[in-house]
């Protein structure tokens, strides 16, 4: 595809139609309609020359010049499956440049290591899935890194007033907020924390705002366009989509994403070419994917409101207008997901009697697949949360979080009805 083309196809179609071609000219790999896989780690220059400029470029010696054409140094570096596969995924989130890594954590753990020094704060949401939760916790103090959580429900003025009661607003240097929040679905206001975060930057300093996007994806909520400066997935969850893969994704403009692309140069945790393959694979039937869980969650929401073991249901499509989680509904998302979280009558050993009468739906965590999973956030992807913040934010012993997939609806009633009933 020559450039002017390529332009107009950017300007002309929607990303779901550019998914299986757009990065990649068949010319160059014997006429492959599909990407081959480059399973290789190194690549071989055509001049000495040639090698030189591209060391140049790759380790900041020199800024790359008009019209210059970067090659391919080595697969830690770059790699022409990663590479496609970043092109097609700033598509979604209309970013300008993308890293992919080897799995979610590293991403996230990526971002905060390259914008937290020691003597920095760190203001970030909560609930917040419980690996960023532990990372944030307990990893980053050891290193001389502060951290404040704040409400996912809080308002402005509750989190200024959180800031500047800790003694440490100079400090602020990163806000990290998730959202939908894991496993509750609790909704954060971008728009907020762009001008929180604005509010707290410096002339030597502009504090950024890193989004975990994965509870939604890159198609029911685009972060960048409300103020975020990076947007953050576990590429593991919808974007993969076929539980067969672990990887992890990082999406913001040109200049900052090449400090993640540098840091991640040097941690190694950049996802392989047989990763990235399998993820150029995933996004041709990402949207149609999507709409189907969000679809069928709908319908198993719905089932679950009304049913009478049912204490509470968290779905973003039972938001009420009256609440003050709506205008940020309105304005961040495109669709309530597919995510649904909900109490069942009892504690634990209900919700641990529901869970093993499952049979269609699998007892397991992750997200976003193509079959339903199920499992218990309390003991199982939130235990190292802090009894406090579970017994705060909702994460009790009767609630059961499900990731709906791409089955028939009614199979789905059946099998929850079916494990109901076993109460």
């Not at 204490?311 to 304005?331: E, H």
């Not at 109490?343 to 079959?371: C, K, M, Y």
């Not at 939130?382 to 499900?402: K, M, N, Q």
Request: glycine share 8%.
């Amino acid at each position: 595809m020559s450039s002017s083309n390529e332009s107009h196809a950017l300007k002309s179609y929607r990303p779901e139609s550019l998914m299986m071609s757009h990065g990649y000219k068949p010319e160059l790999s014997e006429g492959a309609i599909k990407c081959p896989i480059f399973q290789t780690s190194t690549f071989v220059f055509r001049t000495a020359e040639e090698g030189k400029a591209f060391f140049e470029v790759a380790y900041g010696h020199r800024a790359q010049e008009p019209g210059e054409k970067l090659g391919l140094i080595y697969s830690r570096l770059n790699n022409p499956d990663l590479e496609i596969l970043e092109d097609r995924l700033c598509l979604w989130d209309g970013a300008e440049d993308c890293a992919v890594f080897e799995s979610g954590m590293s991403a996230i753990t990526t971002v905060l290591l390259e914008f937290l020094r020691p003597g920095s704060l760190l203001l970030y949401s909560k609930p917040i899935y419980g690996g960023t939760d532990h990372f944030i916790r307990e990893v980053l103090p050891q290193w001389g890194i502060s951290v404040l959580g704040f409400n996912a429900h809080s308002t402005e003025s509750q989190v200024i007033e959180l800031i500047e009661s800790s003694g440490m607003a100079s400090r602020l240097a990163l806000v990290y907020a998730e959202t939908p929040a894991n496993p509750t679905n609790a909704l954060v206001d971008l728009a907020m924390c762009r001008r929180i975060a604005d509010r707290y930057s410096r002339p030597e300093v502009r504090v950024p705002v890193a989004v975990d996007n994965t509870y939604l994806g890159p198609i029911w909520q685009h972060p960048l366009k409300h103020g975020a400066d990076l947007v953050l997935y576990s590429a593991t969850k919808y974007i993969g989509g076929h539980s067969d893969v672990i990887a992890g994704a990082c999406l913001g403009s040109k200049e900052v994403m090449t400090r993640i692309k540098t840091l991640r140069t040097f941690l190694g945790n950049m996802a392989g070419p047989w990763t990235g393959w399998l993820l150029l694979r995933s996004l041709e039937t990402l949207k149609v994917r999507m709409d189907r869980q969000a679809e069928t969650a709908a319908v198993v929401a719905g089932f679950l409101r009304d049913h009478p073991k049912v204490r509470k249901v968290y779905y973003l499509g039972f938001i009420r207008p009256d609440s003050t989680a709506y205008p940020i509904f309105q304005a961040q998302c495109t669709s309530a997901g597919a995510m649904i979280s909900f109490e069942i009558d009892g504690g634990e050993a209900e919700a641990f009697r529901f869970l093993n009468a499952l049979r269609l739906i699998h007892l397991a965590v992750s997200l976003g697949s193509t079959e339903s999973l199920a499992e218990h956030p309390a003991t199982m992807t939130h235990v190292d949360v802090s009894p406090e913040d579970r017994a705060a934010f909702g994460i009790s012993p009767a609630l059961v979080r499900l990731s709906v997939g791409v089955e028939a609806p009614e199979d789905l009633i059946d099998d929850i009805s079916r494990a109901l009933d076993a109460l």
